[in-house]
């Protein structure tokens, strides 16, 4: 079984501080891990993703994330909160079993950028 | 290139009606996944799609079904509907071939159950 926990429902940063989204994940194999952002009335994009290789994924609109097994974590970071980075944000782990497959997604974050 | 494309944007219904919502992929995408996300309660899986044959459901009840087409649209079906079934729903698709992961997401339906 796999499951994604995202602690924090919501977060507030202000503009220009750290971003830091916590997702841990449980999986009795390796999993692929996602990161996706949902704008308000828009629809999922991907931020980024982890399959296999370097632990530390950078993706889109300065975003990163870095895997780590033995914590079996998968934080979201950004060093400098801009106002644009107002959204929910979902962790994402997928598992192979056989031919079926399957995106497990966290409850989400909301994050809000003060001024 | 277009996106993936959801229709109708809204819809409304009252309990004990039927909804359908639809969905076109990306051409070239086989792969059709729809979601469920429902206030507070995140991303659930409901149905997904490959070469017009259903390969996996999550846990929702059999009133919640689904068909792909030969041109790899895809349609969600809700009978019988109630209350909590308000919630946007999310179409996604993805090229076929068990290693390619990237999916991308519709804008989604949102329906009011009324």
């Known amino acids: 079984a796999q499951s994604v926990t995202q602690l924090g429902s919501h977060v507030s940063v202000s503009e220009g501080a750290l971003v830091l989204l916590r997702c841990n994940y449980s999986?009795?194999?390796?999993?692929?891990l996602f990161w996706y952002v949902q704008y308000p009335n828009q629809g999922l994009q991907l931020l980024l993703k982890?399959?296999?290789?370097?632990?530390l994924v950078k993706g889109i609109n300065g975003f990163e994330a870095e895997f780590k097994k033995s914590e079996t974590s998968f934080h979201l970071t950004k060093p400098s909160a801009h106002m644009s980075d107002a959204a929910e944000y979902f962790c994402?782990?997928?598992?192979?079993?056989?031919?079926?497959?399957?995106?497990?997604f966290g409850s989400g974050t909301q994050l809000t950028v003060l001024p | 290139e277009a996106g993936v494309t959801q229709s109708p944007t809204h819809l409304i219904k009252t309990r004990g009606q039927q909804a359908t919502l639809r969905c076109s992929p990306i051409?070239?995408?086989?792969?059709v996944y729809w979601y469920q996300q429902a206030l507070g309660l995140g991303l659930q899986f409901l149905l997904w799609?490959?070469?017009?044959?259903?390969?996996n459901r999550g846990n929702f009840p059999p009133r919640f079904s689904g068909r792909q087409f030969p041109n790899y649209s895809s349609e969600l079906n809700v009978n019988a509907l109630e209350l909590e079934d308000s919630a946007l729903y999310l179409c996604?698709?993805?090229?076929?071939?068990?290693?390619?992961?990237?999916?991308?997401f519709g804008s989604g339906t949102q329906l009011s159950v009324l």
């Open positions: 982890y399959t296999t290789g370097a632990t």
């Open positions: 994402a782990v997928s598992l192979f079993s056989g031919s079926a497959r399957q995106l497990t």
């Open positions: 996604a698709s993805r090229r076929g071939g068990i290693r390619n992961e990237k999916l991308f």
């Open positions: 799609y490959d070469e017009g044959e259903e390969r």
């Open positions: 999986s009795s194999v390796p999993p692929y």
């Open positions: 051409s070239g995408h086989t792969s």
